[in-house]
Structures are given as structure tokens and as C-alpha cells.
């Protein structure tokens, strides 16, 4: 595709609840990250893929995070038993240039 | 451990004043260098990036970066600003370790354009 394409661009859960969010990105981009940006906030990192590589996983928070990446296609960030503090925008970007998508919003209620 | 910092959380300047806002990075590895650009409510836009070459790097919307190897900083700069450059700002670096690259970003510097 021509840009990074995030899904949903809007996401509201109950805490306690499980969510997927996805992230498409540039066709022939090898390297693929995950951040998350609180209000007001900087980029935190998630984790970072690189081809066939072991994934970066050093940003994860708490093992309720976990990223799949298969080859160089498209990621899923899966956030299990939302909490509220889980509430943020999830971005995605892809690699060599960064590209970054529009993100997903998450909120726990 | 490998950081960026950006030393000012909020900048205001006046229309058409020069801004400087100001990036450090701290590696003992080779390094790349992004400014990015995120205006309200939307997502992060690569506003200029240093990969090699010239250190003085021009990008969009008429803003230049000078990467210092010696002081290890890569400040943003524009000679004169606009109402429409009021966003947040980011400066972000790539450490090349090993084949891997790391993007560790700043806090961010909120640039408030005041008429």
C-alpha cells in the first residue's frame, strides 16, 4: 500500500477484556515497530521486528503485551485483560524510513 | 544507556521569529537522526532525517537540522516561523548495533506559534 494503515483507528474496551489492534505496512518495509503514546505524552517503545529476526521485545510492559509479525507482513499487537493505564494511542511504523501510521486509539473503561 | 533529550518541553515563539529546539543524543555507536512533526490530533509526519553526507540536513516546511558529531546534538531550526508550525516535536534516533536498528524517540517539544 502507499502508507502504513492502522486498524481500528478507534477502539473502546471494557477492562478486563482482551484487544487485537493491526497494523499494515509499507510493502517491502523489513523492519516493523510498535509504540504506544500516552495524552500528552512521548513515544514509548514497544517492540521492534527485523526480518526473520528475534523480535526486540525489551518494551513491552507487563506480559498482558504481546506482538506476532509473520515474514514481512502484517503485525498484531495483542493486549490482554485491558487495564485502564493501557489507554493510549498505538502506533506503528515501518522501516527504513519510519513511516508511521495514523494509530490506534484505545480506551479502557 | 542509549537516550535522546530534548531540553525544552514547550517552546513559544511570535510569528516569523527564528525557533531553535533542541535535540541531544547520547551512543557509542554509529547513529541516524529524525526530526518528526506531529500537528494536533494527527499522527507523526518524518520531517528530516541525517542517515550520512553533509551535516546540515534541510527538510520540509522549511526546516534545517545540524548534526554536531562532537557535541553530540541535532538541534531543528527555522529562520522564521508560522502560525501553522504550532505542533509537537520529536527528535529520534536509530542506533546501528550489530545489524539491528533501535528508533528511540525524545519526550517531544510542544513549538506554540503566537501571532
Known amino acids: 500500500g502507499a502508507g502504513v494503515s492502522q486498524s481500528p483507528s478507534n477502539k473502546v474496551t471494557e477492562k478486563g477484556k482482551d484487544v487485537e489492534l493491526r497494523c499494515d505496512p509499507i510493502s517491502g518495509h523489513t523492519a516493523l515497530y510498535w509504540y504506544r503514546q500516552r495524552l500528552g505524552q512521548g513515544l514509548e517503545f514497544l517492540i521492534y521486528f527485523q526480518g526473520n529476526s528475534a523480535p526486540d521485545k525489551s518494551g513491552l510492559p507487563s506480559d498482558r503485551f504481546s506482538a506476532e509479525r509473520t515474514g514481512e507482513s502484517v503485525s498484531t499487537l495483542t493486549i490482554q485483560r485491558t487495564q485502564q493505564e493501557d489507554s493510549a494511542v498505538y502506533l506503528c511504523a515501518s522501516t527504513p524510513e519510519a513511516f508511521f501510521g495514523q494509530g490506534t486509539r484505545l480506551t479502557v473503561v | 544507556a542509549q537516550s535522546v533529550t530534548q531540553l525544552d518541553s514547550q517552546v513559544p515563539v511570535f510569528e516569523e521569529a527564528p525557533v531553535e529546539l533542541r535535540c541531544n543524543y547520547s551512543?557509542?555507536?554509529?547513529?541516524?537522526l529524525f526530526w518528526y512533526v506531529q500537528y494536533p490530533n494527527q499522527g507523526l509526519q518524518l520531517l528530516l532525517k541525517y542517515l550520512s553526507g553533509s551535516t546540515l540536513v534541510k527538510g520540509i516546511n522549511g526546516f534545517e537540522a545540524e548534526f554536531n558529531k562532537s557535541q553530540t546534538s541535532f538541534h531543528l531550526r527555522k529562520p522564521s516561523v508560522h502560525i501553522s508550525d504550532t505542533a509537537e516535536y520529536f527528535c529520534?534516533?536509530?542506533?546501528?548495533?550489530?545489524?539491528?536498528?533501535?528508533?528511540?524517540f525524545g519526550q517531544g517539544t510542544r513549538l506554540t506559534i503566537n501571532p
Open positions: 529520534a534516533v536509530k542506533h546501528i548495533i550489530q545489524g539491528a536498528q533501535k528508533l528511540v
Open positions: 551512543s557509542s555507536v554509529s547513529v541516524y
